[in-house]
């Protein structure tokens, strides 16, 4: 049995199951879809630029929709600018947030180029200035997401090292994404790098990276030795995996849990797109979702195939349909 509760700062997580920041993917639907299988520790937003987060508005913007039971739930800042934390910091406290994360592990080239992501974890000054000003604007617990660093210059001494430098900045949490910095998601996380930093930290250790089955997380848990573990694309391939992980690994009698309805699952997803979303803002992410959650048939490509070729949401459906009623097992 594992420790089936930890704290970050005040916030209690229980179970200490996070779920990942995805950009496209963690939005109120697929949030919701989680929580119709069980409770997950601390739910997650997509990254959210702090220049623009100010002018979104939360009734229609798919980054912000969310309904009251998606709690408790963090922010997961891209913020590159000490000067505009004030106004991204304010306008997360209207929404309600539980925690705020900030973004040092995104690699993509628009984001490096202005300073975000892990240009940001590679400016240790620039960094604290910005940790130090959000700190000072709210008494939130406040989290970083990181990667492992640059290939050519980490060892699990130097890693350690910089995870102490992040703790003494005053963070209440770390989420390691356990590869080094732009190395793909295919290639196989690196926890045991992570072994020496965790057992170095006070504060809770978070992992992340590889994590789909209820076998990946016993394992992630056992080598780390870490406070809790964040699931991504695990999440949207099998949305009831939180539940799956809670009833084995936390709960007294090791129960069995039950095999999930797939179609029923597709539909209360698109079910959550038409409820929430704008028109216009719900056939790009029942795509996206679709692309990991076909995963779960062999022949899964050809569901995801005909939803992407799909040009209106009435069209993905009669598509998904089709394939459910040809692969009902
Ligand atoms: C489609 C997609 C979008 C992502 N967007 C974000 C993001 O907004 N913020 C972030 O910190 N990481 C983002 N990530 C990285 C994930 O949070 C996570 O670190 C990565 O997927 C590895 O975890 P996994 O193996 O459980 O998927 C994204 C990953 C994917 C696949």
Known sequence: MFRDRIKISGLDISPPLFLAPMAGLTHSALRQLILDF?????LSTE??????????NPDISPYLIRTPRERPISYQLLVYRADHAEKAVEKILTLGADCIDINL??????????????????????????????????SLPITVKIRLGQRSDTSASTFKDRCLFLQDLGIDALYIHARFD?????????????????????????????????EDARRCFKITGADGIMIGRGAAIRPWIFRDICLCLFSKEGAQAQAPDL????????????????????????????????????????????????????EAKIKALEFFSRNSE
Request: hydrophobic content about 40%; overall charge positive; proline content about 7%.
């Open 38 to 42: 069980g409770p997950v520790g601390l």
């Open 105 to 138: 592990g995104c690699g993509a080239p628009k984001v490096v180029k202005k300073g975000g992501g892990i240009a940001l974890s590679r400016d240790p000054d620039r960094l604290k200035e910005i940790i130090r000003r959000i700190k000072e604007l709210c």
């Open 47 to 56: 990254m959210l630029s702090a220049s623009s987060l100010p002018h979104e």
């Open 263 to 314: 179609p029923a699952t597709w539909l209360k997803f698109f079910q959550y797109l038409e409820e929430l979303f704008p028109r216009e803002r719900r056939l790009g992410r029942l795509k996206e979702f679709t692309h990991y959650f076909s995963q779960n048939y062999a022949f899964g490509n050809r569901l995801a195939m005909s939803v992407q070729r799909s040009k209106t949401m009435a």
């Open 182 to 214: 732009k190395e793909p998601f295919a290639r196989p996380p690196r926890w045991e790098m992570t072994v020496k930093a965790i057992e170095s930290l006070s504060i809770p250790a978070i992992i992340n990276g590889g994590i789909f089955t209820i």
